[in-house]
């Protein structure tokens, strides 16, 4: 017999649909519901549990950092946070890093310091040049530079200075800067649009733009960073050195935390400009440094690859199996396109079977396993998908 939800659910606003179960624990790969059901987690808090879920890691140094020292508020230095900036410093070809607790939160303060430079040495350059349906976050400003359909009406008006080019294609890039250009801005991959990775041609020629026209690259890496496409950010795979960067997502292992990084050249930012209440504090931070320390440990990355290609290539192989269409991705963030709108039944039929999907549009398949999966859990998932998709034949 179904146990029920101890509380009633209609406290809660409904700002999306969720399916009637609670999840009560997790362990790596897994996770259990209320009626004490196991689940293969596909999904991993939307790619935020780069470890899996409680990894020991984190669970030590959440413990070990709550007994010690929880807040001090941002205007102390605290160590964590001075730890965590200069592992992500020394690990990438950033100076500065301000701490936020999410991933809009980042791109807020990346939007702000490229006006604060635009301002400060463009005369007062303030338009960032976004993409069509790019993802950055959902405060009103990262509503705007984000080129989701319909996202330029619901809450009118719009933050203005976010004009839209068209990914992987450079003119139209080129056709949008003007004097008022501040910055090109984009996510190496669109994750929400589906899995859309830039082409590596496409993020060389807007280096390039960005130098010919004195503007910042600022990617944001909310999604792709921190491993999730096989090497520590997506940027370094493409051998160009972007001004700013954003991470959040993986970034604490499932602890809120992101992380707003830049050249020494564009950290422009004056007393007062930019801050928050939780900014860099010492409990966030503490799992932060615990993510990146076993990112960087030996082989890690190296095995987060092979849980990606053993991924890749058995969804090529569903893909043949049952006449479906491309395989995308990098890393262990990769996409399945259906060829239909069957994403939704799938997904449902999915969690039914005990394994968690998701369908980031109606026509394709997302997967963001944790990084660390082991060979079966891949091969078990890949097996479930496959009954799966048998049964809705
Ligand atoms: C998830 C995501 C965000 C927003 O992060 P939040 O923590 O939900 O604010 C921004 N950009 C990209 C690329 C994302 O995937």
Redesign the pocket.
């Known amino acids: 017999m179904k146990t029920e939800l101890a509380y009633t659910k209609d406290c809660l606003m409904e700002t999306t649909t969720r399916p009637d179960i609670a999840f009560v624990c997790g362990e790596g790969s897994y996770l259990l519901d209320q009626n004490n059901r196991r689940y293969l987690d596909w999904v991993q808090g ?1 790619a935020v549990n780069c470890l899996g879920h409680s990894p020991g890691v984190v669970v030590q140094a959440l413990c070990a950092q709550a007994s010690k020292l929880i807040n001090v508020g941002p205007a102390f230095y605290n160590e964590p946070a001075i730890e965590l900036a200069s592992l992500l410093t020394s690990n990438s070809c950033f100076d500065r890093v301000f701490f936020g607790s ?4 980042a ?1 807020e303060g990346a939007i702000k310091l490229a006006r604060k430079w635009g301002r400060k040495y463009k005369s007062g350059a303030f338009e960032i040049i976004t993409f069509t349906n790019s ?4 405060t009103l400003a ?1 509503m705007s530079a984000s080129g989701k359909a319909g996202w330029d009406t619901i809450f009118a008006p719009q933050v203005s200075g976010f004009p839209k080019a068209t990914l992987n294609d450079i003119e139209s890039v080129r056709a949008l800067i003007n004097n008022q250009t501040v910055a090109i801005m984009l ?1 190496p991959i669109q ?2 649009a589906g899995v859309i990775p830039a082409n590596p041609e496409f993020l060389n020629a807007l280096r390039q733009i960005c130098d010919d026209h004195e503007l910042l690259l600022i990617v ?1 890496e ?2 792709t960073g921190c491993g999730r496409t096989g090497t520590l950010f997506a940027y370094e795979q493409h051998g160009i050195e972007p001004d700013i960067m954003t991470l ?2 993986g970034l604490g292992g499932g602890v809120p935390i ?1 992380a707003l990084l830049s050249k020494q050249s564009c950290s422009c930012f004056e007393y007062g400009d930019q801050g928050g209440t939780f900014s860099g504090n010492p409990l966030a931070t503490s799992a932060g440094v615990a993510v990146i320390r076993t990112l960087l440990s030996d082989g890690f990355l190296e095995g987060s690859r092979h849980v990606g290609a053993q991924l890749a290539a058995g969804l090529v192989a569903i893909s043949k199996e049952f006449n479906l269409g491309e395989v995308r991705g990098k890393g262990a963030l990769l996409a399945l396109e259906l060829g239909s709108n069957a994403g939704p039944e799938i997904v449902a039929a999915a969690r039914e079977r005990g394994l968690l999907l998701n369908a980031p549009r109606l026509h394709c398949l997302r997967f963001m396993p944790a990084l660390n999966s082991s060979l079966a859990e891949v091969d078990e998932g890949l097996i479930l998908l496959r009954q799966i998709l048998k049964e809705l034949q």
């Not at 999410?102 to 939160?105: K, L, N, P, V």
């Not at 993802?135 to 959902?138: A, E, I, L, M």
């Open positions: 939307w999410s991933g809009a939160e791109n993802f950055h976050g959902r990262t996510e994750g929400e944001d909310v999604q959040g997502k992101s």
